[in-house]
Structure formats: structure tokens, C-alpha cells
């Protein structure tokens, strides 16, 4: 090849490549600001221990290894710029693949833009936050054992049968959904070639059985698995998500771009082939990918799914301030989103004085959450439960926790904490040695086993010696469905917990039980306030509005707050009349306070 | 001159190894036990159990583990780590060669100072076998929630393992309550909870049926014992839930607001009772049939609303006070007619509850638990193994208890060894432990499952929950057990025994709840 025509070759894919890397790149960081590895990690919740017990288990299953191994890398989402990276680079594999199985296909010479397609349906479908990474794994391997049935298209029927036979049962091993793609992709690719070569036939008939003998003896015979699991673990309908759009227009495109390239038709050098190689389409295809791939993902992006993530991620985190600038209306459309809201109003000393200028539409709710709710979400619970030093009851529902999402770092961390606050060390020291075996929480697992095999230790851990101080010391039934009874208690035992106190009062105040807020009001001189925080002044005037007269001596409300109670009484009686008219522009005025909450809330959340 | 050669490579050969030989030290002998972990120390081992694997936690390194017996070769391991595994020939032909007989462990470790030798133990070879496999429930240290479980066998001959039904494969039931006919695998029962396909699953007699055994009397049976006729089972029905704690290391408890006995007429497909053992005034539980088929053990409390005191004018439940006593009642086989009622052991007298009572198939003992109040020992640390002699009357606390959880036992075939569910080694997941038992009643050390990996239970973070001892592997297959359970074809509902008035049953609940993911 004269250096010439390498060159010439290298002008004409300049513009793939450019177009690949504009692609990857815009890729990549929709991976990283819209779709958020950390809000793929918080939904997920990984499972990964390194021992051969768990690894035996995700052998036991067709699709368990690549579930196990996608889990090991899956644990590295929480540093998202990494998380971005394994999706991008299968993403990559992807489009080489899908180019190599394209390539030299002469009806689609010209439009190199086609590779991008089924990738950018590809970055759509991450949008949903379903096993995102285990699901992509299973689509590179069933698209790279198929490029590598295609290099074996001019064998012997014979050969292409036995590799056929071969291959599709190793990745049906590895992957039942992705064995059954791959099964219709060979099928597809073959069909055009029927005319020429009619004995193709048996390898269509073939693969058609395999599909449906293979995952039928796997669940009557080889494997303990269900019916469902045989023929379609790793296809985005094991999940019950709308994530079909996205996936049936990556079939559609990914078996369109099969059939079309297997249909062999001599080059012709026409006005179609012209358009598609004239600058300005070559252009607007290097521009139009990778927009299209920020404005596809940015549109289908599940935008509630990643904002509860995303917040549930940053109160992990004990980001609290984080937590309160990530709030919109999508989280305080979520319970468990408010009550973590709440617990980060209380983490920067605002439940008090500012909570209701957060939308509390879901009442107590929001605050603490019901049984029925906790059980869907029970590590957030057991972290507010946690906090305020309820640990047994912390233990409960991790314990929920760890039954639910299995032994996750989370899971197993926030266990190992609370064993080692209740001096279990037997218990804390089982969790260690769990946490020691997951990769990135080993440095950890070490640290908090020094404190295990030497407990003076844990003198030197402020946070922990807080909580274990505030754990009540007399025994009590817990009762998660009236909160305000755990509070109260755990405040009798321990004057000084502050956060079971404001945790009470909002309680009463969501509540509109004037009677516990009344009888608990003057404690507030032991919490060191500068002065009694404005919500409950808020209270406070109500109360003694309805009342009349109150035994509270010496508890008297601001000045500032009386006038604007008054303010705020002679709005209300002006805008009565007005209807939702009027509900807004006493919400504009006073939408922060207690008073709009106690009349309004309920009539807008109703 | 190659014999010169030769001469003198031998010469060499010999200086260095009588060198070797003079240099070498003994190991110096430590005057204590290794610490081994499962501690395996002079304990008594059936003569058909698998390799006891264990791991020396102590510093250095290597180590060196010398295994012998008066018979035969000893087994000699080398270990880098500590992990001693036993290679299963040698450990099976040494126990078969050396039935009543000890096995001797030999443990030595090199540190700074050369090799130390540690004081030796023993294992006595009991000529008792233990029945060959263990069938045990593994679930999650479960609080309110399940997802994953299954019921599963060990061959306790080897390390071998397999499911004997998972709720993968159940549209992810509860399922529980494993129970065979005087250890037969080929009778055996158990629950399915959760939704379509729940009832009980009952082999016997070579047919497996699904069989809902609530009637118009009662609500699905629980805690199940079988007549060693085979003829029938008796059940409980209880009526359980669970509460909170907020200070104590174990948190959960349960209460049981209502229970009652029946018996399963297999045959029949009957449910019948007698006011004696379904007493509304009483609540009575955990069934179980003497060996002889003449006499029903269970426990009984008097009910729920006795224990409701006032405490400052507001009723509240004193459900520390909640205590059940052993009761007897006869029974004949022939005529099905139940006789006297008797109190075998009073809560009073044990100052406990007492639960679970398995009677050991030679008739002489009750193997019991007696905690310090409620029906559910499994979830109180007091909970502790009692054994009563029913010759002589004398009750006692046995020595294999724990300062944990120690509860849910079950007899060998040949009634010389029994297994139980105990927490000690970390407080919440409960592993079985076997002990042997005498004629006289004498006890050994217990000593837990071994596995082939010695830090297994190190992170399995899961729990063995009813263990019962099974002559031989449960043959069917698990997809039987799934289909017959979603198979509405193979389910009978029991009819009630027409001497039986209905009463309010209320609805079958389950103290666990199915998550929501």
C-alpha cells in the first residue's frame, strides 16, 4: 500500500474518529452529571465479598458470574468519575464491535454515523438506574461472541454449527439474556443470505431451537432457577421498569444495522453515497451524535429516580448542606427524601427554626417513616434511628437492610458501627471481618478492627462516643408506629438528646398535638438555644390563640412573631375569598411558617 | 574413579544429615492449648463425620499439626497460614480404624524463639455414629423481612451441601418447620408462606401432596410433631408476633396471642383436636409425641388476657411474665381417644418457660429449653438446654449451654447424639452443634458443623435455623417440591372432624413479611 493511499485512508476516518471521540467524550460526562454513578450505586446497592462462599453462590446460576463480577466493579460507582469510565468503556467495546460487524458491508459505506446508533439507545437505556452495568456486560459479550461466529461465516456449516453449540452455551452460562440475543442476531444476520447459500436454513433452525431448548433444560434440570430467569436474565424486562423504549430501539437498530449489512449489494457510486460523503453531512453527523446523545439522555434520564438517589447518597455521606441544596420538587415528591431532608435540616440546626420552609406535605411522615414505608427503605431509617442514639432500633432495621439489599458496604459498615457502640464484639468483629473482605472498605474494616481488639479505642472516636452516650440505658418496647412514644422516651433517659427532642416537638408540630408540644416546650432552656426557635414561638401563639390562657409562665413569644401573626391572620381573612389565589399569595408571604402549614398544607397536599 | 566420587558425595551426604539431625532442636513444649478455632478441643466425634477443619490462631508461622491414633498411619499437615484443612481419606480411614478410640492432636509453631509445641488434645471416636445428613433452614438473620432462603441438606460425612427446596424457585415464599418421621427422609413435612402455592408439604408414603390444614376450626398448623405411627401429625396454631426492644443486645422477641394444638389425620385428611389441648382458657404449643405413640408432650401457658396487669390505671401487657409449662397428655393410637392431662414440669417449679420439648427416641429424656419467659427461645440469650430424665424425674441444665441463645434440637435415630441451634459464637447467627449423649445421659463437649473451610462461619453472615438430624439423603428433587406446591391439582384441604364446632380462626398471618423490592 503506497503511503498515499494510507494517507487517504487516514483523511477518510479522520471524521469517524473524531466523531468517536466527540462521542465518548459527551458520553461520558452524561454518564457523570446527568445519569450520576452515584445514584446507579445508592439504587443498586452492590453486593460484593471476596469469599469463596459468594463466589460459589454466583456460580450456581446462569448469569451469576457477570452478576458478581459487575457488583465487584460496580462498588467503585461512588468515585463517579470511575463509575462513568467502566460504562464508558463498554460503551466503546460496543461501538467497535457493532463497527467491526458493519465494516466492509458495502450498502452502508458512507454512513459511518450508523455504529453511534444503537450506542446512543445504549446511553438511553442507562437512564433507568436498573443493573445497568450488569445488563451492558451481557450486551458486549452476547455482540462479542456473535463478531466472532461472523469470522467464521465462510466455514464449513459443520464448524459453524459446533462453534454455535460451543459459544452459546458458555454464554448462556454467562448470560441467559444476552445467549438469547445473540441466538437472534445470528438468526437475522442469516436470513439474507438464504438465497445464496439455502442450507443456512438448518443454521436458523438450529439456533431457534438452542434458544428455547437450552434455557428450558437450564430450569427443569441443570439449574435452580425460575422460568423467567432461564430465558431472559440480563434483558431489561426481567426488571418491571419502563426501560422497554430504550431497549427495543436499541434492538431495532442493532438488528436493523445486522440485516442491512448483511445484505450484500455491489458498491455503487450514486447520488446517495455522494450526500453521505459530502462535508457538510459528514459535519453535521460528527456534530449530531454526540448532541443527540446530551439531549436523548437529558430528556429520558429518570429524573426522580436519580434525585431520591442522589439525595440518599449525599445523606450517606453526611452531606448535610449538600443534601437541602440538592432538594426540588422532585425529592419532596418522595417520603424517605423528606425525612432525610428533615435530618439534615436537624444536622444543621434548622429543624426548629426552618423546617417549615420546606414543602411538609407528608406530615409525620416526612419526619419519621411508617412501618410499611421503613421496610422499603430501611438503612435510611436506621441512620435517622441511629443518629439519635436509638441504636437497638438502628440494629433492627439494618438488619432489614441487610436482608433487602444483601451485604453491601453500606449494610455492613453501618452494622459493624452499631455493634461496636452496643460493646458486641463478637458481632461487631463478624461484620469486620465481612467489611474486610469488600474491597474498598478494607482500610476501614482495619481501623474499626483496632478498636474491636482494643476497645479503649474508642475513646478516640468523637462521634461514636456521642451516640453511645446518648443509647438509653432502662429497656423500653419500641413502637415504630407511634414515633412520638420512642422519642419521649429516649429523651426521659436522656435529658441531653437533642435530636430526640426536636425530632418530638416536629413530631407534635406536624402532628398538631398541641397537648405533647405544650408539655415538652420548656425543655427547650436545657438544649442551649440562643433563643426558642421561631416554629416553635409559632406554636406557641397558637396555642395560646386557641387556649386562651396557658400555665407557661415565663415562655412569652417575640414581638416580631406576634406582629406577624397578626399579619398574617389579617392577610388570611383578606385572601379568603379568593380562592387558590388567595393560598398562594399567603404561601408567598408566609409560606415559611407554622401557621400556613397548620391551615394550608393539608388543603394542597389533600 | 567414579567410585571414589561416589564415596564422597556419600561421605557429604552423611556428615550433613547427621549435622541436621544434631542440630535440630525438639520443639520446645508450651504447657497450654493451641488456640484453635472452631475449638475442637477434647471433644467426642461420631465416627462418620466429615474432616474437623480447623485454623490455629496462633502467632507465627509455619505450623505443623500431627493427627494420630493407636491404629493406623498418623495424618501429618503442614500449614503456612494456620488453615488446617484434613484430607477426607485419611481422616475417614483413621476414624474407621480407631472407632472408640482418641485421635490425638499434635500442634506445633515456629516463631522467633524456633518451634513451639502446644500441650495436646483429644478426640474421643465414638462408636455411635451420627445420622447422616442435616437438614437445617438458612435465612438471613431475619428481624421482619426475608428474601432469599431455602431449606437445604448436609452430608455430614462429607461437606456436601444441596437445596432441598430455595424460594428462587417459589416465587420467593417463606418456607419452614422442616419435620420428619423418626428421622426418615422419606416422610417429612414442611411450610410454604407467602401468596399463591402457601399449605404444607407432606411426603408420606412414597406421595407427596400439598395439604391446607386450616378449617373452619383452626388456621394453618405451625410447629408440627409426627405420630410414629405415621398416621398423623400434630400441629400448633399460633398466632405470633413480634416486638422491640430498646435496650438489650438482642432486640427482637415474640408473642404468641393465641395458640392451640390439632392433629392431621393423613390418611383421612382430617383435622381434629380435643378441648383438652385447643383450651381457649390456655394457650398450648409445640407438639410432640412420645416415641411410643401413647402420650403427647407440649407446652401451655394460660392465655394472653391473664397476663394483662394495670399499671398506673393503664393495662399493660406484662409479657415478661408469660410463662409455659411441660404438659402430658395420653393418648391412645387404637381408639384415638385422649386421656388424663398432666403437668410434667410447672413454669413455677423451673422458674422459666419451657418450649420445645423432643422427647429422645429411647423414651428415657425430654430434651427441652426453658428460657426466661415468652415461646420463642430462639431470640432470648437466657434461653438454655435442660434435659429431663423421665425415670427418675430429675430435670437438668445441661453443660453444652452458652452464655447466647442455645435452642431448636433435634435426637439422632439411634437417640445418642442430638443437635441444636446455638448463637455463642457471635450473638445472632445461630449454628448447629452437635453433642453425644450416654445411656446415662452424659454429656460431651458440643462441637459446631465443621466445614471444609475453617473461617467459614468467620463471614457467613446467615443464619441455621431448625436443624433435624436425617437418616439419609432427602431424595426429592426441588422442582417436585415447587411444582407440587404450585400444583393445585396435588392440594387437599382438610376437612374438620365433624365432632369439631367452628370457631373464629382469624386470618393466617406470618411473623416475617416478604420484602418489597
Redesign the interface.
Known sequence: MSEDNIKMRGLRNLPILATGVLFLVSFYLVILKVIRPAAIYVKQMPVF?S???AFHEALA?PGGLIDYISSGFMLYFVKEWIGALFLTILCLMIFILITALLQKRTLLKGFWGLPFLPCLALAMMLTNYDRPLADTMSLTLALGVFWITQQFNKKSLALRLILLFVLGCMLYYLTPGGFLLFLVLIIISQIPTLISSPINIILIGLAGAFAWILPTLAY?WIF???KK?AFLAHLPWMQNHPVMMPFILFIILLFGSILLASIRIEPKVGKGNRILNHPVTVIAQMILIPVLTVLLVTATVNKTTRKIHEIRYLAHENRWRDVLAAMDVNAIRHVTCMTLINQALYHTNQLASNMFAYPQAWETSGLILPADIA??Y?LDHSHIVYDMG?V??A??WA??A???YG?TPWVIEHQALINIL?E?W??A???L??MG?IGPTRERAAHYLDIVKDPERLRYEYRLQQLKAL????????SINYPQK?FE??LQQNPENKMAYEYLMAHSLLAKDFQTFAKFLPKYKDFNYHRMPRHFQEALVVYVAQKGKVDLPGFQPDQRILQRFNEFRQVAQQTRSYGNAGIQQLKEQFGDTYWYYLIYTQIESG | MANKHQNFLLTGFGILLLASILWAKEPAPLNRLPRIDPDYTDIQVPSNIAPLNFRVQEEGEPFRVSISAPEGKSIEIKSKDGLIQIPMKKWKKILADNSGASLKYEIEVKDEEGWQAFAPFENAISSDTIDSYLAYRIIDPAFGLWVKMGIYQRNLETFDESPVLINRITHGKCMNCHNFLRNDPNNMMMHLRGGEGSGTLINWKGELRKVDTGTPFNKAGAYPSWHPSGEMIAYSVNKLSMFFHSERKESRDVLDSASDLIVYLIGENTVTSDPKISDPERMETFPCWAPDGRSLYFCSSPNLESYVVKKDGVEDLAWDRIRYSLMRIAFDPDTREWGELETVLSAGEMDGSITEPRVSPDGKFVLFTKADYSNFPIYLKSADLYMLDLETGKVERLSCNSLEADSFHSWSGNGRWFVFSSKRRDGFCARPYFCHVDENGKLSKPFVMPQNDPAFYDTFIKTYNVPELVRERIKINPRTFANTAHDNSKKYKAQLDPVLQPRQTGEDDDLYRPAVQ
Open positions: 465479598v469469599t469463596s462462599h446460576y427443569q435452580l432457577i425460575s430467569e421496610y422499603e430501611p436509638h437497638t432500633e440494629e433492627r438488619a432489614e441487610l436482608v433487602l451485604q452496643q458486641d463478637a458481632a468483629d463478624k461484620y471481618q465481612v473482605k443509647r438509653p440505658e432502662n429497656n423500653f418496647v419500641t420512642d422516651a429516649l
